[in-house]
């Protein structure tokens, strides 16, 4: 489920003060402790957030509240005070974001779900050194751009595994084209052929996971295309050239 129109999760939080205070290392609450009616009362203008999930957090007191769009606030367990942004922690002078390393966590686990076969991948003809999820459009200049560099990253040993974002929505002539790739007997031909411009032949109405993978990209908080996941879950939003990217993934030229 995603965040209806309606809600607007910066509107709702106007008059908060988010400091950018750095948190020192607390015990990790007990699990047992997270209070099941949290979610029951966050509801802001008469409208319940989007709750998915409601965890500990190292702060006594203090509760991880993950929503369906991919964001994650704190609350104190009758959801009258609401912090918003990451939680750090200072380990030994070294600043540990301790929100992130969770939402790379979650990325990994939902990508784990995807099967190959619901995917376009590029693979390289030797080793695989390292796998990238990419959410892409066919329509997006940068998409179209990075996909041009695809070649040089297989041959540095970078496995690219697409899965479809129509920045425009379903409703967009990014969803049909991305449609005729998925329903081509050929998919990743059909998809360099689509990213160079070209109009692909053949039905567009056929099952694919269009749909559920753009729902996917929204719970991830994915905003625009390309969107890059890494192999340990960090998302890189937009265009990477090469050398830059293999050097985020920590390989040799």
Same mark, same amino acid.
């Given at each position: ?5 309606? %809600? ?5 939080? +106007? ?15 007990? =699990?047992? =402790? ?45 959801? /009258? ?17 301790? +929100?992130?390393?969770? &939402? &790379? ?10 099967? =190959? /076969?619901?995917?376009?991948? %590029?693979? $390289? !003809? ?13 329509? #997006?200049?940068? #998409?179209? /751009? ?41 998919? *990743?031909?059909?998809?360099? &052929? ?9 039905? *567009?109405? #056929? ?11 929204? &719970?991830?908080?994915?905003?625009? +295309?390309? !969107?890059?996941?890494? $192999? ?22």
């Amino acid at each position: 489920m995603s965040i209806s129109p309606a %809600f607007s999760f910066r509107s709702f939080l +106007t008059g908060v003060l988010l400091a950018g205070a750095v948190l020192a290392p607390a015990a990790q609450a007990d =699990d047992a =402790d997270v209070p099941g009616d949290l979610a029951d009362h966050l509801i802001v203008n008469g409208q319940s957030m989007p709750v998915r999930a409601v965890e500990a957090s190292p702060l006594p007191g203090l509760y991880e509240v993950q929503l369906e769009g991919g964001q994650t606030l704190y609350s104190d367990r009758d959801g /009258k005070y609401l912090l918003v942004g990451d939680l750090y922690r200072n380990d030994s002078g070294q600043m540990v974001n301790l +929100t992130e390393q969770k &939402q &790379q966590q979650h990325r990994v686990e939902l990508l784990k779900q995807v099967s =190959d /076969k619901d995917t376009v991948v %590029f693979r $390289p !003809a030797g080793e695989v050194k390292a796998v990238i999820n990419v959410f892409t459009d066919t329509t #997006c200049p940068y #998409c179209r /751009k990075f996909h041009e560099e695809v070649p040089e990253l297989n041959k540095r040993g970078i496995e690219v595994r697409y899965l479809a974002f129509p920045r425009a929505g379903m409703q967009g002539e990014g969803a049909r084209e991305l449609g005729q790739v998925w329903c081509n007997d050929n998919r *990743s031909e059909a998809l360099t &052929q689509a990213m160079k411009g070209k109009k692909l032949k053949g039905t *567009s109405s #056929c099952d694919t996971p269009i749909e559920s993978q753009f729902a996917l990209g929204k &719970q991830m908080a994915i905003q625009g +295309t390309p !969107a890059l996941i890494l $192999p340990d879950g960090r998302m890189i939003p937009g265009y990477v050239p090469v050398d830059r990217l293999v050097g985020m993934l920590d390989l040799e030229n």
